[in-house]
């Protein structure tokens, strides 16, 4: 089992432009979080997804970011006209279970917005 | 509101000496507290979490609901423990992260 993986691990986009990160979850885990870290900051809470569905998304900014589970593939949080505030690095973590389990992270994507 | 404070970003101690890094949160409800650990070049993982009441690499960590503490403990540093550690809050829907305290164990 490979574990967690996020891709690209580094992502450069000019303003205006979209992003788009990737996650795959660990072989069997069916839940998948969305985290952002911004420089000097913990880990903040963005959205809790299950296949095909949003759990929780009340720590994803209303405008521009979106983030989905399909049925097949990874998952994607989508942002769209990026600015420099979006400059952070993004981690995805998936469980088994309910939210209450242990998390997997992946290692992250490091998003620079110039 | 809920949040997870380590007021400690840096900590350094030597080897064999007694570490603590501390964790207070904020939160009504009654709280499952997790320590994360993220060593050089790997992944953030779970060192241990309350419920379980089980010591991990020599370390511990005990909920105090009066302070509002989640201090993680241990006796004896090694060199190995030298990292960046998380602590976070589950309140029943999502996960709060502290800003993390990077540990150096100084040989």
């Known amino acids: 089992n490979a574990g967690v993986m996020q891709n690209p691990r580094h992502l450069v986009r000019r303003r205006g432009q979209e992003a788009r990160l990737r996650c795959s979850p660990m072989?069997?885990?069916?839940?998948v979080y969305w985290y952002r870290q911004l420089p000097e900051e913990g880990l903040k809470f963005m959205v809790y997804l299950q296949k095909e569905n949003i759990i929780d998304e009340s720590g994803m900014p209303k405008e521009r970011f979106s983030a989905e589970f399909p049925k097949e593939g990874p998952s994607i949080l989508r942002i769209q006209q990026v600015v420099r505030g979006d400059s952070a690095a993004y981690f995805c973590?998936?469980?088994?279970?309910?939210?209450?389990?242990?998390?997997?992270f992946g290692p992250g994507t490091r998003l620079t917005v110039t | 509101a809920q949040r997870v404070t380590q007021p400690e970003k840096l900590l350094s101690v030597f080897k064999g000496a007694p570490v603590e890094l501390k964790c207070n949160y904020s939160y009504s409800g009654s709280p499952e507290l997790f320590w994360y650990v993220q060593y050089s070049r790997q992944r953030l993982q779970l060192l241990l979490r309350h419920i379980s009441r089980e010591s991990i690499k020599g370390f511990t960590a005990d909920l105090n609901k009066g302070e509002t503490s989640f201090h993680l403990k241990k006796p004896f540093a090694q060199e190995e423990d030298s990292a960046m550690y998380y602590c976070?809050?589950?309140?029943?829907?999502?996960?709060?992260f502290g800003t993390g305290t990077s540990l150096t164990v100084i040989p």
């Open positions: 976070a809050l589950y309140t029943g829907n999502q996960f709060y």
């Open positions: 973590a998936s469980s088994p279970a309910g939210a209450n389990s242990e998390q997997y």
């Open positions: 072989k069997g885990h069916s839940h």
